[in-house]
């Protein structure tokens, strides 16, 4: 939640600081009593929630008051609010600890996906903002998507500094529409970013809220969560989970992640493709002069891209560097692979597979090693393909197709056709057009078998769209439909589409 420092000069109570409370002398000890306290008595993982919370309250937070707790005027001041970070340190995680739970930027995938599909989207021919449903909630921008993750898993992204004054926002709507967005991709694996900076005494929601709104996200939500990444973590944040804790089960714990600086986030997701608030873009700047943190480097300024790179690199090179051949290696091998043992699998394409595994097979393809398929999962050289798309450069329908595709969803369907035609026929690059074309042939035949592997044209549709198709920003929920949209109008049309 942000650094709390309010819009005009009104001074801010020290954290847990009430009305008539101890002096300052004394407030360290009386905040690490109560902590202590409160740990002793509520130590306790509760599957319940209701007793969750009962327990939480009994611990002593039942007369904590939310709305007296406060960020710090000057949330990175080191001489400020020591009791805080004494707290903060004692009770939590080392992150730079190898074998912390809490450590910055750890990757936790744990398991399969194994519910229904969603829902279908509505593939509308037309969409406009101000239809959809909460959008005075969602003109604010509080929530959006923004795509995948290196690893093919939808990414939301939760922008505090967006919240409005409390005053004149509704928060048991903001409630309702994080849940019908969620809604949308809770069945698939999914990760959150949330950038905390800007929350503040203006803008923040009750504590009341907050117990409501662990009550209403149940397993159900928590299930397919990946990862959780708390971006410019302060004090303030990590006594608010100090006091969650008794309530918060070891395994979620695991996947929360703290993430000092915004570079950080490179190594695991397309930072390019968010939108950052440029309140938040500006921040970090102010962080990094302040604390000069080594950059965080990349494998392409460690090294240039090796002979037998394919992850990462364009089309164009891997062709140059494979005697001429369009179609990549890693793509041919995989859909070589999956067509003989994948297309009757059910949910292919829409289960996840160890994180650390695919990076360590990305390796090995990169290094130009021999791969086996016969000795992995199903899912790795299915989420492999995803992956090799996704870690283009630019994205395999090109950025410079991207509005002109965008623009298709207002014409009838046969128009769609005849102008996408077009599209790929003069304005894709050679490259671009045979692998995609090799690509979406292959998709086709998984979509014939949709009766037994339950992957029909429109489940292929949202699990490809995204990684075809993105633009240089981030996506809105209206462009990620017209994407998958179009997504659809290939798979259905391959025939027409793709004639040359």
Known sequence: ???????????????????????????????????????????????DQEDSIEALERSGSAGFEWDGLEEPQFEFDDDLNFSLEFAANQELPNPDD??????????????LLDDDFEKELGMQEEVREEDMPFYD?????????????????????????????????????LLQYLKHTLDQYVENDYIIVYFHYGLNSQNKPSFKWLKEAYREFDRKYKKNLKNLYLVHPTN??????????????????????????????????????????????????????????????????????LDTQQFGVTLKFIKEQHGGEVIPPVVKQCVEFLKEHGLEVEGIFRRSANAHLIKEMQQKFNEGQEIDFAEYDINIPAVLLKSFLRELPEPIMTFELYPKLMNLHALNKDAQIVEAQKLLLTELPEENYFVLKYILEFITWVAAKADLNMMTALNLAIVFGPNLIWSRNQASIASLTQINSFTKLLIDHFEELFTK
């Open 1 to 47: 939640m942000e650094d709390a420092k309010g819009d005009g000069d009104t001074p801010v109570k020290t954290p847990v600081q009430r009305q008539g409370s101890a002096s300052s002398a004394t407030r360290p000890d009386s905040l690490k009593g109560r902590l202590s306290s409160a740990s002793r008595r509520s130590g306790v993982i509760f599957e």
């Open 98 to 111: 190898p074998n912390s739970v809490l450590r910055s930027g750890a990757m936790t995938p744990d398991g």
């Open 137 to 173: 909630v969602a003109q604010h921008r509080i929530v959006e998507i923004a795509g995948d993750d290196r690893y093919g898993r939808k990414v939301i992204v939760f922008s505090a500094c967006r919240l409005p004054p409390s005053k004149d926002f509704n928060h048991e709507r």
């Open 236 to 305: 303030f944040i990590k006594i608010i989970l100090l006091l969650f804790r008794p309530i918060i089960s070891a395994k979620f714990g695991k996947k929360i992640m703290y993430v000092n600086y915004l570079h950080e986030l490179r190594k695991y997701i397309h930072i390019d493709q968010i939108n950052i608030p440029e309140r938040v873009r500006e921040h970090d700047a102010q962080l990094i002069e302040k604390h000069q943190p080594r950059p965080a480097r990349t494998a392409s300024q460690d090294k240039p891209a």
